[in-house]
């Protein structure tokens, strides 16, 4: 039944470009499935955009420092260039705040859009530090330039993780696109063939996740690699709540399923990844017990990192990758082992 469903979804969001009205989800189940035996043998270390608090997020550097502190996940974005070549960056357009030009200088309001610019074009920017002067620098005091560092592909991301010996790291890639904004970036379908193509050119299906606040683009890896798991970015705050209406859940309503757990479930995901304020534990056990993994973003006081712990989730996003693994040593948890160069 879930498979026609999801086919349904798929068929409908692509083609027809509309989804058909979801029907009601069934209660949900009574026994949580119990989730702390699971969780010490499996906890997901992951670095937010490498390791944002230590180092420039989404550049090589950041991604050589997460795999230094040792992690289970590197966490990076990515939006696709003009020239079709999938690349690590946060925003649809160039960040002010990140984003040096080839003279040095910082840009001024926000900058041209990845999707119009050639990979060759791209690479003139230089995102090694923060603007001492921007919000994120107060943000992120601790983080220690390099300057230099370019926007990296993501087949580059790759390579430079099997370069340093860490053939066991996985990657949890965000796919950066607006349902509001259709002309910032290329549509989802080609968005998704880009990604899988350079994923299957590097030969790392099996360490590959896919998460997305816009499930357009998790319906269509679900049709094209069912065996790339999915995971499905949830926000509910007054600025952003991609819950609202359908328009960022490829038409799936809340209204209709009741939870968010089962919403996701009835999508086809396999991870749910709620901010980490808008989660409970209730929530936590809910999804476990539907066979959903709970991954929230983005924990980076160790206070929370313990709420969450003790609730039994599955794993943590973090900014602070260093914080996190001397919390769950502190736990006797197992932890990524640490590569040495």
């Known amino acids: 039944m879930k498979s026609r469903l999801i086919a349904g979804l798929i068929a409908a969001s692509f083609a027809s470009g509309a989804l058909a009205q979801a029907a009601s989800a069934p209660a949900p189940p009574a026994t949580p499935a119990a989730g702390t035996a699971a969780q010490a043998r499996a906890f997901d270390l992951q670095g937010h955009r490498g390791a944002r608090g230590l180092a420039p997020e989404n550049t090589l550097a950041g991604f050589e420092?997460?795999?230094?502190?040792?992690?289970?996940?590197?966490?990076?974005?990515?939006?696709?260039?003009a020239d079709g070549v999938p690349v690590v960056h946060?925003?649809?357009?160039?960040?002010?705040?990140?984003?040096?030009?080839?003279?040095?200088?910082?840009?001024?309001?926000?900058?041209?859009?990845?999707?119009?610019?050639?990979?060759?074009q791209l690479q003139a920017y230089d995102v090694g530090r923060i603007d001492p002067a921007s919000r994120h620098a107060r943000l992120f005091p601790g983080q220690q330039p390099r300057d230099g560092e370019r926007i990296p592909t993501l087949a580059a991301v790759f390579r430079r993780a099997d370069e340093r010996g860490a053939r066991q790291v996985r990657f949890s890639i965000e796919t950066k696109l607006d349902p509001r904004r259709?002309?910032?970036?290329?549509?989802?379908?080609?968005?998704?063939?880009?990604?899988?193509?350079?994923v299957r050119e590097a030969g790392v299906s099996r360490r590959v996740s896919v998460q997305s606040f816009d499930w357009r683009t998790l319906l269509r890896v679900q049709q094209l690699e069912p065996a790339i798991p999915t995971v499905y970015l949830t926000t509910r705050s007054d600025s952003f709540d991609n819950l609202r209406d359908g328009a960022w859940t490829a038409g799936l309503r809340l209204a209709d399923y009741g939870s968010v757990p089962a919403l996701v479930e009835a999508a086809g995901g396999k991870v749910w990844s709620p901010r980490y304020d808008d989660l409970d534990a209730p929530?936590?056990?809910?999804?476990?017990?539907?066979?959903?993994?709970?991954?929230?973003?983005?924990?980076?006081?160790?206070?929370?990192?313990?709420?969450?712990?003790?609730?039994?989730?599955?794993?943590?996003?973090?900014?602070?990758?260093?914080?996190?693994?001397?919390?769950?040593?502190?736990r006797d948890m197992p932890v990524p082992r640490v590569l040495h160069d």
């Not at 420092?65 to 260039?81: H, N, P, S």
């Not at 259709?182 to 193509?197: N, Q, S």
């Not at 602070?320 to 769950?328: G, I």
């Open 65 to 81: 420092r997460a795999i230094a502190i040792g992690v289970t996940t590197l966490e990076l974005d990515i939006g696709v260039t």
């Open 283 to 330: 929530g936590v056990r809910e999804a476990q017990a539907r066979g959903l993994r709970v991954v929230p973003w983005t924990v980076n006081d160790p206070v929370d990192m313990v709420r969450l712990l003790d609730w039994g989730v599955d794993g943590l996003i973090t900014d602070y990758p260093d914080r996190l693994r001397a919390l769950l040593r502190e």
């Open 90 to 120: 946060h925003d649809l357009a160039l960040n002010a705040s990140l984003t040096r030009d080839a003279s040095g200088r910082w840009l001024t309001g926000t900058g041209p859009t990845i999707r119009s610019l050639t990979l060759q």
């Open 182 to 198: 259709p002309g910032d970036t290329v549509d989802p379908e080609a968005f998704v063939d880009a990604l899988l193509h350079v």
